[in-house]
């Protein structure tokens, strides 16, 4: 059974730093992109960031600059760092795994696996 678990989210100050992981149990997915994404209360789950299979990067307009996705394939397990918080980052954190090796994914239904979500509150 494929399992995404997110971790390390929580209450932070603006400006302030937090790092999040996913650990993925049940496959390996060093042949697939990972992508982050994120929903805020009543709005869409959007596009954060993505890994490619080869270490590739992406970041949405609003986080480029701020936070930096990374992988270690021998522990299975994807990393978000996120600094210099805003407000307008809270939100519900997801990591989730392409449906396709070798490619990169950017809509929400390019991925088949999804973790549960990690709360990330950044108080003003």
């Known amino acids: 059974q494929v399992q995404l678990v997110e971790s390390g989210g929580g209450l932070v100050q603006a400006g302030g730093s937090l790092r999040l992981s996913c650990a993925a149990s049940?496959?390996?997915?060093?042949?697939?992109?990972m992508g982050w994404f994120r929903q805020a209360p009543g709005k869409e789950r959007e596009f954060v960031s993505v890994i490619s299979w080869s270490g590739g990067t992406y970041y949405a307009d609003s986080v480029k600059g701020r936070f930096t996705i990374s992988r270690d394939n021998a522990k299975n397990t994807v990393y978000l760092q996120m600094g210099s918080l805003k407000p307008e980052d809270t939100a519900v954190y997801y990591c989730a795994a392409d449906r396709l090796q070798r490619r990169v994914g950017w809509r929400l239904d390019d991925y088949s696996y999804w973790g549960q979500g990690t709360q990330v509150t950044v108080a003003s």
């Open positions: 049940g496959r390996t997915f060093s042949n697939y992109a």
